[in-house]
Structures are given as C-alpha cells and as structure tokens.
C-alpha cells in the first residue's frame, strides 16, 4: 500500500524558517517525481514546488521561489521542503503528493497518492 | 497562469441524484491535460479523473469526466452517500499547475 506521512509542521513566527518532512512506503520512490501542494485555510489547492526522481529538476511556484527548497533522499525514501522566511500567506496544511507517472524518467505532473498533510501556522 | 474557475461553489443534492460541476479555463488546456480530485474533510484529495476524461484506478463509473480548451465537466450519475464531499479541478498542461477553488457537494 502506498503512504506518504508528512511530518515537520508546526506554529512559527513570522520570518522563521521549518522544514518539513515526507517518508514514503509501499512503492519505488526512487522512480516518481514528487510534489508538496498547500491549502490555505478555507481556500483551494495551491502546487509548491516538485522535483525530478534524481533530484537534477526542481521547480517552484513564484510566490516560493528562493525562499523554499524542495530536496529528497531516495535511500531514505523521503521528500523535504525547507521554508524560509515564511510569512502569514504561508499558513496552509503542506501536502506531500506521487506523481502519477510510474515508469522512470517521465512526468505526468497529476498526483495519484496524497499524503495526509501537515500543518504550518505562521502568526506572531 | 491559467485560472480555473469551478461552478456552483456549492451543489446540495438528495442521494440518488445526478451531480454537474463545471471548471472553466482562462486559457485553453492542452491535451485534455485536466485532472478531478475528491476531498473528504480532514484528508487529503483522491485522484478521480486525469486526461479529462479517464478514471483512475479503483474509481466507480458512476464518475465521468468530459470537456475540452477551457471548459470541463465531472458528473456523478447517482450520488451516493460518500460522495458529498469538495471537489477540485486541477490543469496540468501549462505551468504552474493550478487548481480551481472547489465545489461543495452536500446533502439536501
């Protein structure tokens, strides 16, 4: 069975920085790109950022750019998102999500397995 | 960045019924590239439909996708009681990815 638990959220004042965590079972996550997706209070589903299965791609929504780093580590089966900076429009539940392409280097850029999201609270 | 637009915020439906919801597009999604999630409150969002019109896997075929260029639709043929639930439409032809801001299926 596929999983993926994020862990890392927290309540942080205003410029502080958090990274969050993803560990992923029950497939080869060597193989899939990943992505974190936020959701605002009460808003809809915002796409953070995603990275290549070997790490040699990154990509970022501008409103994160050069303050939040999306980074993995294949042997431990985990994804990370390093957040600087962080400002109240930050505050969101931080989805870690598969892309639904499962077969090497190819990108669907859709997410078929969802983790069940963590909580990060910027307010002083 | 395309916009996407989803229409009723919310739809309050008996079970049994037929459910319509609609996404609209700023600009044209390439390739039938547009995906439906469902999400329950309190968990994360399930992959309904990707390509605008495939089901995913294990997804009942009471869940149909269909559209083109900027305007899309999911129908729920009967409704059924774990269906009422928010639901998002997501483009993935251009970058940045985007979601619409859900529709609201509840009960009447």
């Known amino acids: 069975e596929v999983q993926l638990v994020e862990s890392g959220g927290g309540l942080v004042q205003p410029g502080d920085f958090l990274r969050l965590s993803c560990a992923a079972s029950?497939?080869?996550?060597?193989?899939?790109?990943m992505t974190w997706v936020r959701q605002a209070p009460g808003k809809g589903l915002e796409w953070v950022a995603n990275i290549k299965h070997d790490g040699s791609e990154k990509y970022y929504v501008d409103s994160v750019k050069g303050r939040f780093t999306i980074s993995r580590d294949n042997a431990k089966k985990s994804l990370y998102l390093q957040m600087t900076s962080l400002g109240a429009d930050d505050t969101a539940v931080y989805y870690c999500?598969?892309?639904?392409?499962?077969?090497?280097?190819?990108?669907?850029?859709?997410?078929?397995?969802w983790g069940q999201g963590t909580q990060v609270t910027v307010s002083s | 960045e395309i916009v996407l637009t989803q229409s009723p915020g919310t739809l309050s439906l008996s079970p049994g019924e037929r459910a319509t919801l609609s996404c609209g597009a700023s600009?044209?999604?390439?390739?039938?590239?547009l995906a439906w999630y469902q999400q329950k409150p309190g968990q994360a969002p399930r992959l309904l439909i990707y390509?605008?019109?495939s089901r995913a896997t294990d997804i009942p075929d009471r869940f149909s996708g269909s559209g083109s260029g900027t305007e899309f639709s999911l129908t729920i043929s009967r409704l059924e009681a774990e269906d009422f639930a928010v639901y998002f439409c997501q483009q993935y032809g251009s970058s940045p990815w985007t979601f619409g801001q859900g529709t609201k299926v509840e009960i009447k």
């Open positions: 999500a598969r892309d639904a392409c499962g077969t090497g280097d190819c990108r669907y850029n859709f997410f078929d397995h």
């Open positions: 390509g605008a019109s």
């Open positions: 029950g497939f080869t996550f060597s193989i899939h790109w």
């Open positions: 600009q044209t999604v390439n390739n039938y590239y």
